[in-house]
């Protein structure tokens, strides 16, 4: 599986941006795809994650409420709608996939620039 981001951008503070993540490659039932994101001089974070068996969606609590993660199965991509962007949004954001909810994630796609102005 190899997995390409795309969407980013620079936006002011309170707009919204949708990041999608295209997976090439079988995605089996039991996988989960998710975004992260690394903003400057900080460790990469969990963001947001998808299950592609039931849909099960998780999210961090900077985020709960403004982002959401949704699938497309049919065209194997992942997007993230970001609303009410916030300057602490700034990041490098990457998508990645894990062949099961305890196994590690073992695909990176290679990041999309992220910059919310204030």
């Known amino acids: 599986v190899q997995l390409q981001a795309s969407g980013g951008g620079l936006v002011q503070a309170g707009d919204s941006l949708e990041l999608s993540c295209a997976a090439s490659?079988?995605?089996?039932?039991?996988?989960?795809m998710a975004w992260f994101r690394q903003a400057p001089a900080k460790e990469r974070e969990f963001v947001a994650s998808v299950s592609w068996r039931n849909n099960k969606k998780d999210y961090s609590d900077s985020v709960k409420g403004r982002f959401t993660i949704f699938r497309d199965a049919a065209k194997n991509t992942v997007y993230l709608h970001m609303n009410n962007l916030k300057p602490e949004d700034t990041a490098v954001y990457s998508c990645?996939?894990?062949?099961?909810?305890?196994?590690?994630?073992?695909?990176w796609g290679q990041g999309t620039q992220v910059t919310v102005s204030s």
């Open positions: 990645a996939v894990k062949s099961s909810t305890y196994s590690p994630y073992f695909e």
């Open positions: 490659g079988t995605i089996y039932s039991s996988y989960v």
